[in-house]
Nanobody, 119 residues
């Protein structure tokens, strides 16, 4: 059974930092592309940052220079370091694991963790 368990969310003041973690089990973690998505109330889920199985990362324009995604394949964990947080970063953050093998797509999601940026 595949499980993605996020942690590290919470309430933080503007300008503050948080570090999200996503621990994966039930998959060969090193072979999956990993991503962090977020969904704010009334908005669609959007990609925040992704990191490929090979370690290449990409970011939404809105978080470039503030957020950093990383992975530890030995611990089956992906991280999202969030600095200089803004109120508009408030959302539920979801971890995603994705892999395409011979045309078959494997796509798994965590349950989400709330991030609230407010004074």
């Amino acid at each position: 059974q595949v499980r993605l368990v996020e942690s590290g969310g919470g309430l933080v003041q503007p300008g503050g930092s948080l570090r999200l973690s996503c621990a994966a089990s039930g998959i060969i973690f090193s072979t999956y592309d990993m991503g962090w998505y977020r969904q704010a109330p009334g908005k669609q889920r959007e990609l925040v940052a992704g990191i490929s199985s090979g370690g290449r990362s990409n970011y939404a324009d809105s978080v470039k220079g503030r957020f950093t995604i990383s992975r530890d394949n030995a611990k089956n964990t992906v991280f999202l370091q969030m600095n200089s947080l803004k109120p508009e970063d408030t959302a539920v953050y979801y971890c995603n694991a994705r892999r395409i093998v011979l045309g078959n797509k494997f796509d798994f999601w965590g349950q989400g963790t709330q991030v609230t940026v407010s004074s």
